[in-house]
């Protein structure tokens, strides 16, 4: 049930830009779509914030959302706001995209939380 929802979430008006990522969801290949989806995340942050291409992966999300001076950071909101905001950034590519492009990744929709 849970693939039937998500497919039908990704069959809605995403951006172009996340069409690889959408089309690998649909076949299955959840590791390509995972790291396609999380890429083009990078990339848009990178030409957004007017980053170097030598700054990559945390360490440019870190860079965009430097909570004091990053180009995307919320200057109005709250600094524990602003800093959940350059984790939720950092986690996603540290944890989803950068294992991927290292390695085999298998994510396994079948988990359920711990009882």
């Not at 008006?13 to 299955?28: I, T």
């Not at 945390?58 to 959940?84: C, H, P, Q």
Request: with cysteine.
């Amino acid at each position: 049930m849970t693939k039937v929802w998500a497919a039908d979430r990704l069959a809605g008006g995403l951006d172009p830009l996340l069409s690889s990522a959408r089309s690998n969801f649909a076949l299955g290949d959840y590791e390509t779509a995972c790291f396609a989806a999380l890429k083009a995340v990078e990339v848009e942050v990178r030409r957004v914030a007017g980053l170097p291409n030598e700054l990559i992966g945390v360490n440019l999300i870190r860079k965009a959302f430097n909570t004091k001076d990053g180009v995307l950071t919320d200057s109005s909101a709250e600094g524990g706001e602003r800093e959940a905001t350059a984790n939720l950034f950092a986690g996603a590519i540290g944890a989803y995209k950068n294992p991927a492009s290292h390695r085999t990744v298998q994510f396994d929709t079948s988990w359920k939380p711990p009882k």
